[in-house]
């Protein structure tokens, strides 16, 4: 199925988890992807991998840090030129930190908004003029269940994101007369580098049975840190779907895929 034949697509976030599943998806299903990060071994890696599937000759890896504006208006402005236009960005690049919310510092604070909404925000600023040329422009955004639903140690994080899912809604209200889709996808439960990373953010005296909400009542065959999980490829999928024509009435949105965790 190549539902991305002539599409051009920039990833944020690429050089691993959910970032890199979908790059590899939407390659695999013909697209021309930058893949874009600001770790330079997980770009290799994703390298590799393509390599791997064949699908390497349609793939331009990028250093960019999300986090600061120069990089950012540099990096996308150059990721256009490589693929002479953008029809699909796809915002995945993000943190998370965890800390008691009394305990929580405001460099955490700020960190972790100006990675995740604020880097959004300087992505998609520099995007939408290439994703409006063409008419049908799609952004699909990364919020969170921790946007609607109760996750301790993250207040940051969740708020963030709570961010970034109003951002998308203006978003898609904004520029639907111009053609563009504007979509959020809210993963939970998912294996990536940061739900591995999760535990060792989280405080010593992290009361865990703040977290038997939320496990998926659907089976998975992956965990982490303890936790049953489903594998990045979950979301690549679904990106996949909204990205292409399959979602071409779905925006103003989001799209939660946690494996029931919280049905």
Known sequence: MNRFDTRRILVTGAGSGIGQATALRLLREGGRVVAADVVTEGLATTRERATAEGTAE???????????????????????????????????????????????????????????????????????????????????????????????????????????????????????????????VAPGSIKSGITDATSGYLPADTDWELFTKLSPILATDLESGGAPMAGPDTIAGVIAMLASDDGAFITGTEIRVDGGTHA
């Open 58 to 184: 349609r793939l331009h890896t990028l250093v960019l840090d999300i986090a600061d504006e120069s990089s950012v208006t540099e990096g996308v402005k150059s990721a256009i030129a490589e693929l002479g236009g953008l029809d699909v960005l796809v915002n995945a690049a993000g943190i998370l930190r965890a800390e008691h919310t009394h305990l929580t510092s405001l460099d955490m604070w700020n960190r972790i908004i100006t990675v995740n909404l604020t880097g959004t925000f300087l992505v998609t600023r520099e995007a939408l003029p290439a994703l409006l040329e063409t008419g049908n422009g799609v952004v699909v955004n990364f919020s969170s269940t921790s946007a609607a639903f109760a996750h301790p140690y993250m207040a940051a994080y969740a708020a963030s994101k709570g961010g970034i899912q109003s951002f998308t809604h203006a978003l898609a209200l904004e520029y639907g007369k111009q053609g563009l889709r504007a979509v959020n």
